[in-house]
């Protein structure tokens, strides 16, 4: 069961490697220009820029390039509260080591799927394309990414979930054509948790081990 799942994971990993490419402006990516509308569009506007001047500076080694990108990938994100989400109603009954555990683990295997894939995509455009309120403190951007060497093809669709939280911005889900990346890992893990009797130690060891096998 648990090698299956590990299967299993390692292929949807290669998916979800695929979003983050797409959300975190994955190198040769550009932001169109575009007037951001609401403080939401801007900070998705402006954070693809952060990370092209970093993905594109070539007086930095591989090393320090990817170092950079990961601190600012962290900072783009909260990936805390993300990774608490995917566990579910199992969250409520994980002790504080187990979710500081989970949490470490979580954080390297979303960051090492990225990092693996972040050069296989250039030349695209993404443009904020309009936003819509979920609540008082959070929005969904609307954003298309356009492949210029495609000027035929459909332009995909990809939503940022972006919460304000203290004067600050954080994207806390995204979605492709309608996959919501979040629903889906707590779909995956809380399935794999449901199996395995609520462990979730036992899922922080394959987390681990999926990270070790993409690096």
Do not use: C, H
Request: net charge positive; aromatic share 12%; hydrophobic share 40%.
């Amino acid at each position: 069961m648990r090698d299956s799942f590990l299967k299993q994971s390692l292929a949807k990993a290669l998916s979800f490697a695929f979003f983050l490419g797409l959300l975190f402006a994955v190198a040769g990516l550009s932001a169109a220009p575009a007037s951001a509308a609401t403080p939401a569009e801007q900070f998705v506007t402006d954070n693809v820029q952060q990370g092209l001047t970093i993905l594109n500076n070539a007086q930095l080694s591989k090393e320090q390039r990817r170092a950079q990108f990961r601190d600012y990938l962290l900072g783009l994100t909260d990936i805390k509260r993300i990774a608490e989400y995917t566990l579910g109603q199992y969250r409520r009954t994980a002790s504080p080591d187990e979710l500081a555990a989970y949490g470490a683990a979580f954080k390297d295997y979303a960051v090492t799927v990225y990092q693996s894939y972040f050069t296989k995509y250039s030349g695209q455009t993404l443009q904020v394309t309009g936003s819509y309120p979920l609540g008082s403190d959070e929005s969904v951007v609307k954003t298309v990414m356009i492949d210029p060497k495609k000027p035929n093809a459909k332009p995909l669709q990809v939503n940022f979930r972006v919460l304000s939280q203290g004067g600050r911005f954080y994207v806390i889900d995204f979605s492709v054509e309608g996959v919501w990346i979040r629903e889906m890992e707590r779909s995956d893990f809380t399935s794999y948790l449901g199996q395995n009797n609520g462990n979730i130690a036992l899922l922080t060891a394959s987390l681990k081990k999926k990270a070790t096998q993409i690096k």
